[in-house]
């Protein structure tokens, strides 16, 4: 079935018949039918561009919402990135601190070698210098005790001895002379 137009109504003819409606009356009610339909016809006309426009929008909010979901995503990936990035930048300088700390630690430890090695050369040749000093002090003592004991003998003979002409007594030619304290 079609649809009637306020155009259809208006431009509608009907037949007379005798005993039929009141054509006046028929008249007027087909002008009220027209003028509503016409209103109708206006008032969906003013919806559907609404309709339209709305859908447009729609659209619109449809297409900032896909922008801003991928905007969101690309700003969410790139966040995952940069924490990525740091979290290998932060082991990256964790291991060569932890490298540098190892190279530091292993050359103190070098030079505690070197100065456990040089303070062991100092202590033998402390020792050394000991035990020579003592050898030669004692090597200095017998000769002092020696001497000593060499003079006491001579006084001792000097003091036994008369006195003998002075003809007969040879010059001490010894010129080495200890003195003792």
Same mark, same amino acid.
């Given at each position: 079935?079609?649809?009637?137009?306020?155009?259809?109504?208006?431009?509608?003819?009907?037949?007379? @018949?005798?005993?039929?409606?009141?054509?006046?009356?028929?008249?007027?009610?087909?002008?009220?039918?027209?003028?509503?339909?016409?209103?109708?016809? =206006?008032?969906?006309?003013?919806?559907?561009?609404?309709?339209? #426009?709305?859908?447009?929008?729609?659209?619109?909010?449809?297409?900032?919402?896909?922008?801003?979901?991928?905007?969101?995503?690309?700003? =969410?990936?790139?966040? #995952?990135?940069?924490?990525?990035?740091?979290?290998?930048?932060? #082991?990256?300088?964790?291991?060569?601190?932890?490298?540098?700390?190892?190279?530091?630690?292993?050359?103190?430890? #070098?030079?505690?070698?070197?100065?456990?090695?040089?303070? =062991?050369?100092?202590?033998?040749?402390?020792?050394?210098?000991?035990?020579?000093?003592?050898?030669?002090?004692?090597?200095?003592?017998?000769?002092?005790?020696?001497?000593?004991?060499?003079?006491?003998?001579?006084?001792?003979?000097? =003091? @036994?001895?008369?006195?003998?002409?002075?003809?007969?007594?040879?010059?001490?030619?010894?010129?080495?002379?200890?003195?003792?304290?």
């Amino acid at each position: 079935m079609e649809k009637v137009t306020p155009v259809d109504i208006q431009h509608k003819a009907f037949k007379k @018949a005798l005993q039929g409606y009141d054509r006046a009356e028929v008249d007027r009610f087909l002008d009220e039918v027209i003028e509503t339909l016409e209103d109708d016809a =206006q008032h969906r006309a003013a919806l559907d561009a609404e309709i339209a #426009d709305l859908k447009e929008r729609i659209s619109h909010f449809k297409s900032m919402e896909e922008s801003l979901h991928n905007t969101l995503v690309l700003a =969410q990936r790139t966040a #995952d990135e940069v924490k990525a990035s740091a979290h290998k930048e932060a #082991d990256l300088i964790r291991e060569q601190a932890r490298l540098t700390a190892e190279r530091e630690i292993a050359s103190y430890n #070098d030079a505690i070698g070197d100065v456990r090695r040089e303070h =062991q050369r100092a202590i033998e040749a402390s020792e050394k210098a000991k035990s020579e000093l003592r050898s030669l002090l004692t090597t200095h003592l017998s000769l002092l005790e020696g001497t000593h004991n060499q003079l006491q003998q001579q006084q001792l003979a000097q =003091q @036994a001895a008369p006195a003998a002409p002075a003809a007969h007594e040879q010059p001490n030619t010894d010129t080495t002379r200890i003195e003792v304290h």
